[in-house]
């Protein structure tokens, strides 16, 4: 059974960097496509980016395209999202998600099977 870790919040000053990880145990990721999605409270979850199995195909959302970065170490069976040039409105609990089903990169939350715990991201001065 597939286990995924984060690692990586915390709080960083608007126009300041972190970089996210997703451990995976239990298997490897190679045979998962991968995201990354964020959750304010009371609202929805929403899509921040993805990566397709093999790493070809990324997409991100519009408001962090440009400052955010997706990538997968297949030796490490981990993904990160570098994330730069930060604002508080990027303040959120991010949560990594494995689909298996697919190869492609998805958008939607309901393609993902696995997720880990989430990681608070908090932007603020």
């Known amino acids: 059974q597939l286990q995924l870790v984060e690692s990586g919040g915390g709080l960083v000053q608007p126009g300041g960097s972190l970089r996210l990880s997703c451990a995976a145990s239990g298997s490897t990721l190679d045979a998962y496509a991968l995201a990354w999605f964020r959750q304010v409270p009371g609202k929805e979850r929403d899509h921040v980016s993805c990566?397709?199995?093999?790493?070809?195909?990324?997409a991100y959302a519009d408001s962090v395209q440009g400052r955010f970065t997706i990538s997968r170490d297949t030796a490490k069976s981990t993904m990160y999202l570098q994330m730069n040039s930060l604002k508080p409105e990027d303040t959120a609990v991010y949560s990594c998600?494995?689909?298996?089903?697919?190869?492609?990169?998805?958008?939607?939350?309901?393609?993902?099977?696995?997720w880990g715990q989430g990681t608070q991201v908090t932007v603020s001065s």
């Open positions: 990566i397709s199995r093999l790493g070809y195909s990324k």
């Open positions: 998600a494995a689909d298996r089903r697919t190869s492609g990169c998805s958008r939607m939350s309901k393609d993902y099977d696995y």
